[in-house]
């Protein structure tokens, strides 16, 4: 943030912003930072559960039933919301590959149709909020109308270039001032499409340069501010109540096939929206409950995330209190004693002095108790350790797993020390095959730049140069099987052989060279008689041609005077790969079938 110009770094921590941490930061255009995460929506009902607030009027003592869809429609929902608190976009996402155009724009069956369909302006003056075609939800941000972006794909989920889209949108209506070398700041998680070609070209472009940046890849629903039950909660929620809504008042209306339609999932978003992302004061609580607005460290104060810290990490927290802490060694608590009448009969402190499990094993160790809340220990109690049997039976079985699960975590501590002196992450992003999440935060941190492009353009660069000598190694395997098959082909010509007299190797490479793709045969396990049957089937197939179509057996003529019979034509494209379990016949070999 601070890099791009949206934010800045103090000298010192300042104790002027709200939270019970200090920070060194401050966040100067929170208009310019903008969050977002998609949210997976189907107009199916299953799974979508009771609706906190509902009520059911029904018979006394029984369980109301209600109708529910099952028909499946995918689409996912994506709210862009500047750290400002202001929703800025509002992008759809719909399951399909034929596009359609009354799903975009959406149908409300309960709006009221103005003018005729023969009308030249029928469309237009029916499309809006409260019209026939509503459209998706608009947003005004930075005084510009931004309107829904729609898109499609195969499974209704985001993809590079729909990531692409969305940032082309908001930079067409201008609304971000880049004057004084300032850029927009995106915050993403780690989905794959954030680190493909087609978003990262865009990103990188110096016509219209962006700050990205990745959360870390963990504990996602911690950091996000969609994830919220402000956002993501809220929509959800409203999307199971308006979907109940749409079926309830179909069924009341007596429809032939009550159902919810395609074309109803932009109502439907209408109404989530307005009722969680659209929200500006709830954006903010969200948006300032986990640290983005203010910047100040708030969700190192979250009860999950304060278990898992060092004693440093610890340490460090607690020189960021704005307050001292409570010394965790010795608290005091106010313990009210009660008759069994219930009145309070006194009031007083007790001092409970807490200790490691270090110390607990000290023999000298005396431990503080109030003879008034904790009974005496019997001196009747004997040493334990001369007691207790280890040895033999269950108790034995339980101190083996105890020991070997100590061994086991002591292992993974020792892994994971010996995991960070391993190899750089760099090397670990050359090899890797795509550029994830994990591999980007470890190499690059944060940020998905250039750095995350010319990685990414490296490894496509790989990539292709594998495919090219995968092919390469194909067309050369498909010349060595003709160059046999030709030279076979002349022996048998002129030596007038008969096929019954043809080897099993022989009756191999007839047979190799005109497999396909597509047959499903391990000619390396066929017998001669089954091999000779197989090459009577497969004798008259086309001529073979390379990968890129280029026939690599010239047509003879279509003589089978000698049982041969090559065939003509070069109309059907045909790869031969290599065999199951069979290695080609070596040249000496070859050598010897034709001599």
């Known amino acids: 943030m601070v890099e791009c110009g949206v934010a800045t770094k103090l000298n010192e921590y300042s104790f002027e912003y709200p939270g019970d941490l200090k920070t060194k930061y401050h966040l100067k255009h929170p208009e310019m930072c903008l969050v977002v995460d998609e949210v997976g929506c189907n107009i199916s009902q299953r799974g979508d559960g009771h609706v906190r607030g509902t009520k059911f009027c029904c018979e006394i003592g029984s369980i109301p039933q209600n109708k529910a869809l099952h028909n499946d429609r995918h689409f996912t929902c994506l709210g862009f919301t500047a750290l400002s608190g202001e929703p800025v976009l509002c992008v759809v996402i719909i399951a399909g590959i034929n ?164 074309t109803d999932i932009i109502p439907i978003v209408n109404y989530a929206w307005r009722e969680s992302f659209a929200n500006v004061n709830t954006n903010q609580k969200a948006i300032a409950d986990r640290g983005w607005n203010p910047l100040n460290y708030n969700l190192l104060t979250s009860k999950q995330i304060i278990p898992t810290m060092t004693e440093s990490e610890s340490m460090e927290l607690q020189s960021m209190m704005k307050s001292h802490p409570i010394n965790s060694t010795q608290q005091s608590s106010t313990v009210s004693v009660t008759n069994g009448h219930g009145s309070s009969t006194n009031t007083m402190m007790l001092s409970i002095h807490t200790t ?54 002591e292992a993974r501590e020792q892994n994971q020390k010996s995991a960070i002196k391993g190899k750089e992450a760099k090397e670990k992003l050359d090899k890797a095959k795509k550029l994830t999440a994990m591999l980007n935060f470890r190499s690059f941190g944060c940020k998905i730049g250039e750095d995350s492009l010319q990685a990414r353009l490296k490894m496509a660069k790989n990539k292709s140069m594998e495919e090219a000598k995968i092919v390469q190694k194909k067309n050369d395997k498909i010349m060595k099987r003709k160059l046999q098959f030709d030279e076979l082909q002349t022996k048998i010509r002129s030596e007038n052989l008969p096929l019954e007299k043809l080897s099993l190797a022989q009756l191999k490479i007839l047979c190799m060279y005109k497999k396909k793709d597509s047959d499903r045969i391990s000619i390396s396990k066929l017998k001669r008689s089954e091999l000779l049957a197989l090459w009577l089937e497969w004798r008259h197939r086309h001529d073979v041609v390379d990968v890129n179509g280029i026939a690599v057996n010239p047509p003879l003529a279509n003589n089978c005077d000698d049982g041969i019979g090559t065939g003509t034509g070069t109309g059907t494209t045909i790869m031969i790969v290599d065999d199951d379990n069979v290695d080609d016949i070596s040249d000496e070999d070859m050598n010897m079938i034709i001599v």
């Open 356 to 409: 490691s499990l270090s110390d607990l094993t000290d023999d000298g160790l005396e431990m503080n108790y109030d003879p008034q809340f904790i009974k005496p220990i019997p001196s009747t109690v004997v040493s334990l350790k001369d007691k207790l049997n280890f040895k033999t039976g269950r108790s034995a079985h339980v101190a083996r797993a105890l020991l070997h699960e100590s061994d086991i975590l």
């Open 99 to 262: 596009e359609s155009y009354e799903v975009e724009v959406g149908i409300d069956t309960d709006a009221p149709i103005i003018g005729d369909p023969s009308d030249s302006n029928y469309l237009e003056i029916n499309r809006g909020v409260g019209k026939l075609f509503p459209c998706g939800p608009e947003c005004k941000f930075n005084g510009k109308t931004i309107p829904a972006l729609v898109r499609w794909s195969p499974t209704g989920s985001i993809t590079s270039e729909i990531l692409r889209d969305c940032l082309a949108t908001l930079d067409h209506h201008e609304i971000f001032d880049r004057k004084d070398s300032k850029k927009p700041f995106l915050l993403l998680d780690g989905h794959g499409s954030r680190f493909e070609l087609a978003f990262l070209e865009y990103v990188t472009n110096k016509a219209h340069p962006w700050m990205v940046c990745q959360g870390v890849p963990y504990g996602t629903s911690l950091w996000q501010v969609a994830d919220s039950s402000e956002q993501n909660g809220s929509f959800k929620s409203a999307l199971s109540h308006i979907k109940m809504e749409i079926l309830k008042k179909r069924l009341d209306m007596m429809m032939d096939n009550p159902c919810i339609l395609a």
